[in-house]
T-cell receptor, first 114, second 114 residues
Framework: AQSVTQLDSHVSVSEGTPVLLRCNYS??????LFWYVQHPNKGLQLLLKYTSAATLVKGINGFEAEFKKSETSFHLTKPSAHMSDAAEYFCVVSRTQAGTALIFGKGTTLSVSS | KAGVTQTPRYLIKTRGQQVTLSCSPI?????VSWYQQTPGQGLQFLFEYFSETQRNKGNFPGRFSGRQFSNSRSEMNVSTLELGDSALYLCASGRQGAHQETQYFGPGTRLLVL
């Protein structure tokens, strides 16, 4: 069965410092993995996705993630945090190989202080 | 191009009533999925439709049902509402209904059951 585990429920960083949001996955086949962001009172927006092409995936707003099969991880990083990055981040895996159903992690709240 | 739209945006119902939520996907998209978001359970998959057929269903009771019309618009219905059904209901649309493609989320319908 497919699953994702976000290892931190809350991460706090200072503006200008690196961001690391950790995600481990479990999958019985080669998965599709995504990171979505949800700002307060706004909809979910795709940051980036891995679909078995390059293992280092670049997304919007300077975010990137690396797919590591040996570690079953898909951590999200950004070199320098901005105040506008404060939001809830979800690591997501495709539920099946046939269809668009997604399994969401519990989410990581990112706080950015000045 | 217009995004995913959901109506109504807010809804208040009482226990025992039923409710119907509507989702209009991005023009040209053929798949629609529904999710329930609560503080306790996070984001959980409800069901997925493609070309008017339900392809996948999550672990929700039979009180939750849905359908998709020939123009890809979708509705979900919850009968005999319970207090625990209070949640943000999100729908997402996809172009081809493939597991690796990007899902675009609507702003959600916030349902409060009293």
């Amino acid at each position: 069965a497919q699953s994702v585990t976000q290892l931190d429920s809350h991460v706090s960083v200072s503006e200008g410092t690196p961001v690391l949001l950790r995600c481990n996955y479990s999958s019985s086949y080669s998965p599709s993995l995504f990171w979505y962001v949800q700002h307060p009172n706004k909809g979910l927006q795709l940051l980036l996705k891995y679909t078995s092409a390059a293992t280092l995936v670049k997304g919007i707003n300077g975010f990137e993630a690396e797919f590591k099969k040996s570690e079953t991880s898909f951590h999200l990083t950004k070199p320098s945090a901005h105040m506008s990055d404060a939001a809830e981040y979800f690591c997501v895996v495709s539920r099946t190989q046939a269809g668009t159903a997604l399994i969401f992690g519990k989410g990581t709240t990112l706080s950015v202080s000045s | 191009k217009a995004g995913v739209t959901q109506t109504p945006r807010y809804l208040i119902k009482t226990r025992g009533q039923q409710v119907t939520l509507s989702c209009s996907p991005i023009s040209g998209h053929r798949s629609v999925s529904w999710y329930q978001q609560t503080p306790g359970q996070g984001l959980q998959f409800l069901f997925e439709y493609f070309s008017e057929t339900q392809r996948n269903k999550g672990n929700f009771p039979g009180r939750f049902s849905g359908r998709q019309f020939s123009n890809s618009r979708s509705e979900m219905n919850v009968s005999t509402l319970e207090l625990g059904d209070s949640a943000l209901y999100l729908c997402a649309s996809g172009r081809q209904g493939a597991h690796q493609e990007t899902q675009y989320f609507g702003p959600g319908t916030r349902l409060l059951v009293l």
